[in-house]
C-alpha cells in the first residue's frame, strides 16, 4: 500500500509547487 | 479522510503523482484563519502563490475524493487561464468519473473552457444539453439552462 508523502509546512509545499509546477493540497485535519 | 480515503492505494498515487500534499492541523495558526477553518476536514486546493482555488469540507470516499481533485486542479488552471491544462483535467472527470459528484460541474466548467478557447457558444449549448440528459437534477443543469437558448 501507498502512503501519502506528507508535508508538514505550508512554505515549504508552496516552494516545491512552484518547483514541480503542482498545485498544493492542504488538508487541514483533527487527530481525534 | 485517514482510515478510509487516504489509505486507498488509488488515492495515495494520485495525491503523490499530482499535487504536493500538506497536513495541518485544524488550529495550526496563521493558517486556520487564513484559510477560515471551521470544521474538519477541510481540503484546500492551493495554487504555488497560496491562493485558494478549491475547497472540500467532510468525509468523501476514494471514488468521489479523486474527480473532486481533479476539479480542484481544473479550478487552478482555468483560473491562470491555462485552459488546455483545465479542460484536461474536467475531461478526465467525465470520461472516467461520470457517475461523480463533481461531474456535473466539470460538464459546465469543460463548456465554458471551450468557450472561451474558441469564441464559438456550440461548447455551452452542449453542456447544458448533456446536463439535462445526463444530470437533470443537479444545480449545475440549472446554471446552464441560458445555453439551451443559444
Do not use: C
Request: aromatic share 10%.
Amino acid at each position: 500500500m501507498a502512503d501519502i508523502k506528507w508535508i508538514g509546512d505550508l512554505e515549504t509545499a508552496l516552494s516545491l509547487a512552484k518547483s514541480e509546477g503542482k498545485p498544493v493540497l492542504l488538508d487541514f485535519f483533527n487527530p481525534n | 479522510m485517514g482510515a478510509v480515503t487516504y489509505p486507498d492505494s488509488r488515492v495515495a498515487e494520485f495525491i503523490n503523482n499530482r499535487v504536493i500534499p500538506v497536513q495541518l492541523l485544524f488550529d495550526s495558526q496563521p493558517y486556520a484563519s487564513m484559510y477560515n477553518v471551521k470544521w474538519t476536514p477541510t481540503i484546500l486546493m492551493l495554487d504555488d502563490g497560496g491562493k485558494e482555488h478549491h475547497r472540500i469540507v467532510g468525509f468523501l470516499p476514494p471514488e468521489e475524493f479523486i474527480p473532486g481533485l481533479l476539479l480542484g486542479m481544473a479550478k487552478v488552471n482555468f483560473d491562470r487561464d491555462s485552459l488546455g491544462q483545465a479542460d484536461g483535467d474536467v475531461e478526465k472527470i467525465i470520461n472516467s468519473y461520470p457517475q461523480s459528484a463533481a461531474a456535473p460541474e466539470a460538464i459546465y466548467l469543460r463548456g465554458v473552457i471551450q468557450y472561451k478557447e474558441t469564441h464559438n457558444p456550440q461548447p455551452l449549448k452542449e453542456a447544458f444539453e448533456k446536463l439535462r440528459r445526463e444530470h437533470p437534477t443537479s444545480e449545475w443543469s440549472k446554471r446552464a439552462m441560458p445555453y439551451g437558448l443559444l
